[in-house]
């Protein structure tokens, strides 16, 4: 058997465990190449717990998941900025090829779990032109799969993705398998082909479809 995997989302961009970047959202949308100064975690150590509401109405629990499926867990800077909503686009666009493996996979962020909840159910964002260009407006699905809000950060720092003074999360994803290790940490995602590269790293790491 091959082990299955849990998909949790923070970033998308096939990295090994020895060269982690940062891509994230600022708070205002616009994109920061700045990554947290320390990562303390690498493929192969267990993935930290934690227990996170979800905008399911759920509470969603990393050991729960634990010799039942892989998990994918995707942070992700802020909702209703731009890189994130077109990442959201696009796994929610794909959610019905994403679901044919045994993963579960989830996007999470520092914010509080009213507005996340928001952004998961909207299915249009405006966002703010940029050098004085008009705003847009991006059509979007709901989004098919639990986003998590941890506004303590405490979960967020365990992961590395939030450190010193900073309060948004780097777009990092870290997929972790079926024993509750981290398989793989991805931090160069491509918010546009985030699902296709979700999809490529479950192939990769071999998460078994179902059947």
């Known amino acids: 058997m091959r082990s299955a995997m849990v998909f949790i989302s923070v970033a998308i961009v096939g990295i090994s465990a020895a060269a982690l970047g940062a891509n994230g ?23 930290p717990d934690f227990s996170l509401q979800g905008t399911d109405g759920k509470t969603h629990k990393l050991s729960e998941y634990r010799g039942k499926t892989a998990v994918v867990l995707a942070w992700f800077p802020k909702a209703f900025t731009s890189g994130c909503t077109i990442e959201c686009k696009s796994l929610a666009e794909n959610g019905d090829k994403i679901k044919k493996y045994e993963v579960t996979y989830f996007m999470a962020s520092t914010d509080n779990i009213e507005d996340n909840t928001k952004f998961a159910k909207a299915t249009k964002v405006e966002l703010a032109g940029r050098n004085g260009a008009p705003a847009t407006i991006v059509d979007k699905k709901e989004a098919d799969f639990p986003m998590l809000a941890d506004p303590t950060m405490a979960t967020a720092k365990a992961y590395g993705v939030v450190t010193g003074t900073r309060t948004t999360a780097s777009r990092w994803t870290f997929y972790i398998d079926k024993t509750g290790k981290i398989a793989a940490i991805e931090t160069a995602v491509k918010p546009a082909t985030s699902a296709e590269d979700m999809i490529a790293k479950l192939d990769e790491l071999k998460v078994p479809v179902k059947k």
């Open 25 to 47: 959202d600022q708070a205002g949308g616009q994109m920061a190449a700045t990554a947290p100064a320390a990562m303390t975690l690498k493929v192969g150590d267990m993935a």
